[in-house]
């Protein structure tokens, strides 16, 4: 069964096509930042990680961006396959005053063949 | 697998009831974190606990408490039960706090009738 809220925004990406998952966070005094990926039934997985002195991370077929100025985050994903489809969550964190993540809304990525 | 356990997996139970939820972390991780992820409020951070200690606070109801034990384990207790309880409750941990990445169980499903 789902694990998630009913209106999520979704996206729709053809499978082997590149995929961009946006994210505006909130607090500007955040510096570190993570993606993690949920499929239904399961916890968040960690896909990819990146602090606030970096405005790029790639790691195997995704790439993080980072823009402080406008307080956004995006994932990217290339070649896109069915596995990929789940909803992906950005989580940020002040790591000088909170242990806690605060984690954005989610996008739901939809593969289709 | 993230390494973190999570049980049971389901849980159903009747208003007015209390539950514990357990969580046992990663090998070596110090860090227990509590979120509670529902239809309508996404996922939110509870409680942490540092090495047996308390170390934040999130938005959790008085009627819920957690503790974590010597060997690291983690139990959630959750009394006079609401409808409005029902809801996916993970537990993550991480070596230490700040800027370590959090590793998400598989979660315990609560249904309250």
């Known amino acids: 069964g789902e694990s998630v809220g009913l209106h999520l925004p979704t996206l729709s990406v053809q499978e082997g096509d590149n995929s961009i998952i946006n994210c505006a966070y909130s607090n500007s005094a955040s510096d570190y930042f993570i993606w993690y990926k949920q499929e239904s039934g399961k916890g968040p997985q960690f896909i990819i990680d990146?602090?606030?002195?970096?405005d790029k991370r790639q790691g195997q077929r995704v790439t993080v961006l980072l823009n402080k100025t406008v307080k956004h985050l995006s994932l990217q994903i290339a070649a896109t396959q069915p596995g990929d489809s789940a909803v992906y969550f950005c989580a940020e964190k002040n790591t000088g005053t909170a242990s806690k993540l605060t984690f954005g809304t989610g996008t739901r990525l939809q593969v289709t063949l | 697998d993230s390494g973190v356990t999570q049980t049971p997996k389901h849980l159903i139970t009747a208003t007015g009831q209390r539950v514990t939820l357990r969580c046992s972390p990663r090998s070596g991780d110090l860090s227990v974190y509590w979120y509670q992820q529902s239809l309508d409020q996404g996922l939110q951070f509870l409680i942490q606990y540092y090495n047996g200690e308390e170390r934040a606070k999130g938005n959790i109801l008085e009627r819920f408490s957690a503790q974590q034990f010597p060997d690291l384990h983690s139990e959630l207790n959750l009394s006079s039960l609401e409808l409005g309880d029902s809801a996916l409750y993970f537990c993550?941990?991480?070596?230490?706090?700040?800027?370590?990445?959090?590793?998400f169980g598989a979660g315990t499903r609560l249904s309250v009738l």
């Open positions: 993550a941990s991480s070596p230490r706090t700040g800027g370590d990445i959090q590793y």
């Open positions: 990146i602090r606030s002195n970096m």
